[in-house]
């Protein structure tokens, strides 16, 4: 499947601010001192591992995320460079299992 622009650059944009909100959510949930994410005893409440929890699935989602959208720049960066397959008029990469064609060809 092949994105598009706008889609790719969207993405790599919410992986990015996944990344600049969910660390910053984490550092202020670590010096919260409203007594909610510790004790008095300066212990981890469950409130602190619920949120703590919650910051780092959606870290790991926008890390996922926004590598989707990179490899998408990435590609349409690749193809602006190397030609577009439509202007070249033949693949600008090979595809997983294309070398049995390639092989054929200069067999055939």
Do not use: C
């Amino acid at each position: 499947m092949k994105l598009s622009r706008p889609v790719s650059w969207f993405l790599l944009a919410f992986g990015v601010w996944s990344w600049f909100i969910w660390i910053t959510f984490v550092k202020n949930l670590w010096q919260d001192g409203s007594g909610l994410a510790f004790d008095d005893a300066g212990d981890p409440t469950g409130y602190f591992w619920v949120h703590l929890l919650l910051a780092i699935t959606s870290f790991l989602l926008g890390t996922g995320v926004g590598a989707v959208g990179f490899r998408g720049v990435r590609a349409w960066r690749h193809e602006t460079r190397h030609g577009s397959r439509h202007e070249t008029g033949h693949e600008s990469r090979n595809e997983p299992g294309d070398e049995h064609v390639v092989l054929r060809q200069r067999q055939g």
